[in-house]
C-alpha cells in the first residue's frame, strides 16, 4: 500500500522527530549565531541541529533592515538606563518559514519616531506654575514677577538637562552608527551564511525527499513483502493445518492398521493352531483311513455274503410266490369257480318319496352278508288266493348268494370282494365278470362307475386296472414281467362293435391256438397299455362311442352287452415261468322280459337277441354244471367269445344287481332266480393257463 508522503517541514526537519533509521541526519545541536551571550539570552538561542553545517530555514531569509528591527522593539526596554547604550543582538531566531520576523532589540534606544512614554528626569517645575495655582492677582506684580523668575529659572534647568541628554544622545547615536557599520558587515555575512544555508538546507531537504521516498519505498516494498510473508504465513498456516489433518489422518490410519495387523496376527495364530489341529486329524484320520480300508474289504466281504443270502432269500421268495399261486388257486377252486354277488342299488331322488326312503320288500336277516329276503307285499289288487298263499308263507323268497351288497355298500367296499380274482388274472387265470339285472339296476355303475378320478364313485372296471398294475408292479420284483393288451367291444342285436374305433368294421371271433384255447376278434383294436391313465384314456372313448351310438337307436346301451378285456401275459426271466389270463368285464343287456306281443320290428328283434343271448349265457353256465358234452357257446355272440373264460380254467363272478323299488318287485324276483341257477352249477376246477 502505498503511504501518502507528508510535505516536508522545517519542524520536521528542525525539530528531532526525524527517527528514521540509517538516516544520515545527524542529531540536532543547538548553536549561536550571536557574537557574545548572556546567560539571559541562552535560552533564546536558537537550536541548530547540525553545528557543522549551517541550518537554514526552508523559506527565504527575512531582509534584515534597520529600520523594521529597531522601530519594532523599543518598548520592552525602556526602563533601562539611557546611558547604558549597548547594543545587542538579543536574539537568533531560529530558522522559520516566510514571512517570520527577526527580532532585534537594541536596548536602551528609544525609538526615533515614537518618543519614549516617560521623559528622562530633569529639574523640577515650579509647583504653582505647575501646579497651575491659583492666578495673581494683577496688582501682585511682585508675586508675578517671582514667578516669572521661576520659570525661567525652570527653563533653563531644562535646558541644561536638555543639553546633556542631547549630548548622550550624541553619543549613543555615534556609538549605534559604529555598532551598525559593525553589523553592517554581520548581516551581510549572515545574509550569505543564510543563503549558504538556504542551499544546504535545500540540498539537505532533496536529500532528505529522496531518503523519504527511499524510505517510502523501502516502506512499501517491505509492506509488500510483510503481506507477501503474511499471505505466505497464512498459507503455510493453512499448509499447516491439512498436513495436520493428513498427519492426524494417517494417525489414524496407522493405529487402524496396527489394529488391523494386531487381528491379522491373532487369526493367523488361530490358523496356525487350527493347522496344527488339522495335520493331527490328519494324520489320525489316515490312520483311521488304513483301519477304514481293512474294514471295507471286511465289509466287502460280508456284503458279498449278505448278496448270496438275499439270492438265497429271492429264491425261495420265488419259490414262496409259485407255492403261493398254488395255494391261492386251490382256495379260489375250493370257493367253487362260479360265484354270485347281489347287489341292491339305494333309492333315488324321487323313489324315496313313495317308500318314505324305506326298501319295505327286502330284508338282509343274517350278519354275514349272504342272505336274501324278499317279500310280496300285499295290495288292493292282490286277490283271495294271493293272500292265502301269503299267509301261509309262500309271498317270501330267501336267497343266499356269495355275498348280499345292502344298497349302502360302497364302490370300494365291494372291490374287497373282487380283487382276488383281479389277481388271479395276474396269476394266469381267465377271469368273467358279469353284471346281470335289468335296466336301471345298476350295472353300470358297478362296472364302469363314475369319473375315473372319483375314487368314490369309479366302478369294478378302473379299480381291476389299477390293482393289476400296482400288483405287476410288486410282481416286478420276483421277476415277473407283464404284457397287457385292452380292447372293448360291444354286442348289439348280435353284432360285435369296436368300441375303440370310429369305424364301422366287420368282427368275427375266430378260435386260435391249440384245441382252441384263444379266441380272437378280428379288425379289433387292441391296445397296449403301461400306464392307467391310457386305459383311463380309453374308457373314455368307449363311453363317448357308446353315447354316439345311443343317439342313433334310443336305449341300445341297455340292449347290448358291453365288453372289456385286459389280456395280461406275464413272464419271469428269472424262474423261466410264463403266464396268460384274460380278465373280462361285462355289463350285460338288460335282463327285463320284454313282451313278444306288441312289440314289432327293432324292438322284437332286439328282444329277441337280447333274450337270446341271455338265455343262453345261462343255458352255457347250466351246461357246464352239469358237466354236458355239449356246451352250447356258440349259440350267441357272448357266449362264443366268452368261450374260454367260462368253464375250464376260468373263474365266473356274477353280479345280480337289483333294483329296490318294489315296483320291479317281479324283474328283481326272476333276476334273482336266474343268478340262483347260475349259483348252483360247479362248473368245475379251474386250470391255470400255463404254456
Ligand atoms: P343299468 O346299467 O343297470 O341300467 P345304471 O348303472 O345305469 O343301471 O343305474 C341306474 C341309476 O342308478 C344310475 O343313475 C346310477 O347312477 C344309479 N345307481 C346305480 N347303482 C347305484 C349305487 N350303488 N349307488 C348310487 N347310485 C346308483
Ligand atoms: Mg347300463
Not at 19 to 30: I, V
Not at 194 to 216: F, G, W
Not at 631 to 642: C, Q
Request: with cysteine; charged share 25%; aromatic share 4%.
Amino acid at each position: 500500500m502505498e503511504t501518502q508522503r507528508k510535505p516536508l517541514s522545517t519542524k520536521n526537519i528542525g525539530g528531532s522527530k526525524l527517527p528514521m533509521p540509517g538516516s544520515r541526519l545527524k542529531p540536532p545541536q543547538s548553536v549561536s549565531v550571536k557574537r557574545s551571550r548572556s546567560s539571559e539570552e541562552d535560552s533564546a538561542i536558537v537550536s541548530n541541529p547540525n553545528p557543522g553545517k549551517k541550518f537554514r530555514s526552508e523559506a527565504p531569509p527575512a531582509k534584515m533592515s534597520r529600520s523594521v528591527s529597531v522601530s519594532s522593539l523599543n518598548s520592552t526596554r525602556s526602563t533601562r538606563p539611557a546611558n547604558n547604550a549597548m547594543v545587542k543582538t538579543q536574539r537568533r531566531p531560529p530558522p522559520r518559514p516566510a514571512g517570520a520576523n527577526l527580532s532585534v532589540t537594541i536596548s536602551g534606544m528609544p525609538s526615533k519616531s515614537a518618543p519614549p512614554k516617560k521623559p528622562p528626569p530633569g529639574p523640577a517645575v515650579p509647583k504653582a506654575a505647575a501646579a497651575g495655582g491659583k492666578k495673581r492677582a494683577a496688582w501682585d506684580l511682585k508675586g508675578r514677577l517671582q514667578d516669572m523668575e521661576q520659570v525661567l529659572q525652570h527653563r533653563d534647568q531644562v535646558s541644561s538637562t536638555l543639553q546633556v541628554q542631547l549630548e548622550s544622545y550624541n553619543n549613543r547615536i555615534n556609538m549605534l552608527e559604529s555598532q551598525n557599520t559593525q553589523l553592517s558587515g554581520t548581516v551581510a555575512e549572515k545574509e550569505q551564511l543564510s543563503t549558504e544555508v538556504y542551499k544546504e538546507n535545500q540540498e539537505v531537504i532533496r536529500k532528505l525527499r529522496a531518503t523519504q521516498d527511499e524510505l517510502d519505498d523501502m516502506k512499501r516494498k517491505f509492506q509488500r513483502e510483510i503481506e507477501d510473508l503474511n499471505f505466505s504465513k497464512s498459507s503455510l498456516q493453512r499448509q499447516k493445518e491439512n498436513l495436520e489433518g493428513e498427519v492426524s489422518a494417517y494417525q489414524k490410519e496407522v493405529s487402524g492398521l496396527k489394529s488391523s495387523i494386531a487381528e491379522v496376527s491373532s487369526a493367523q495364530a488361530k490358523i496356525g493352531a487350527e493347522l496344527e489341529a488339522t495335520k493331527l486329524g490328519l494324520s489320525q484320520s489316515e490312520a483311521r483311513g488304513r483301519d477304514k480300508d481293512t474294514e471295507i474289504s471286511r465289509l466287502n466281504s460280508v456284503v458279498a455274503e449278505l448278496e448270496r443270502v438275499i439270492e438265497e432269500q429271492n429264491r425261495q421268495k420265488r419259490e414262496h410266490e409259485t407255492e403261493r399261486r398254488k395255494l391261492h388257486n386251490l382256495v379260489q377252486e375250493l370257493k367253487g369257480n362260479i360265484r354270485v354277488f347281489c347287489r341292491v342299488r339305494p333309492l333315488l331322488g324321487d323313489e324315496t318319496i313313495a317308500s318314505d326312503g324305506v326298501i319295505h320288500h327286502m330284508n338282509f336277516p343274517d350278519l354275514d352278508g349272504r342272505v336274501m329276503e324278499l317279500e310280496k307285499l300285499g295290495d288292493a289288487s292282490l286277490n283271495e288266493s294271493s293272500l292265502a298263499a301269503s299267509r301261509r308263507g309262500q309271498n317270501k323268497y330267501d336267497f343266499t348268494f356269495d355275498k348280499v351288497f345292502q344298497p349302502e355298500t360302497t364302490q370300494s367296499e365291494v372291490f374287497e370282494e373282487i380283487a382276488q380274482l383281479v389277481q388271479s388274472a395276474l396269476d394266469g387265470y381267465n377271469v368273467c365278470i358279469f353284471a346281470y339285472g335289468q335296466t336301471g339296476s345298476g350295472k353300470t355303475y358297478t362296472m364302469e362307475g363314475g369319473s375315473v378320478d372319483d375314487d368314490l364313485t369309479m366302478g369294478m372296471i378302473p379299480r381291476a386296472v389299477q390293482q393289476v398294475f400296482s400288483t405287476a408292479r410288486d410282481l416286478e420284483e420276483k421277476g415277473w414281467q407283464y404284457q397287457l393288451d385292452a380292447s372293448m367291444l360291444e354286442i348289439y342285436n348280435e353284432t360285435i362293435r369296436d368300441l375303440l374305433s370310429e369305424e364301422d368294421m366287420k368282427h368275427e371271433i375266430k378260435m386260435t391256438g391249440n384245441g382252441s384255447t384263444e379266441t380272437i376278434v378280428s379288425n379289433l383294436t387292441v391296445i397296449s397299455v403301461q400306464t392307467e391313465s391310457q386305459i383311463h384314456k380309453l374308457l373314455k372313448k368307449a363311453t363317448h362311442n357308446r353315447a354316439v351310438a345311443e343317439t342313433r337307436c334310443n336305449e341300445r346301451s341297455s340292449r347290448s352287452h358291453s365288453v372289456f378285456q385286459l389280456k395280461l401275459r406275464g413272464s419271469n426271466e428269472l424262474t423261466g415261468e410264463n403266464c396268460s389270463g384274460i380278465l373280462s368285464l361285462v355289463d350285460l343287456a338288460g335282463s327285463e322280459r320284454v313282451k313278444d306281443s306288441g312289440s314289432e320290428g327293432q324292438r322284437l328283434k332286439e328282444a329277441l337277441a337280447i333274450n337270446k343271448s341271455l338265455s343262453n349265457l345261462g343255458n352255457v353256465i347250466m351246461a357246464l354244471g352239469n358237466k354236458d358234452n355239449h356246451v352250447p357257446y356258440r349259440n350267441s355272440k357272448l357266449t362264443y367269445l366268452l368261450q374260454n373264460s367260462l368253464g375250464g380254467n376260468s373263474k365266473t363272478l356274477m353280479f345280480v344287481n337289483v333294483s329296490p323299488k318294489e315296483e320291479c318287485f317281479q324283474e328283481t324276483l326272476n333276476s334273482l332266480r336266474f343268478a340262483t341257477k347260475v349259483n348252483q352249477c360247479n362248473i368245475g376246477t379251474a386250470q391255470k393257463k400255463a404254456k
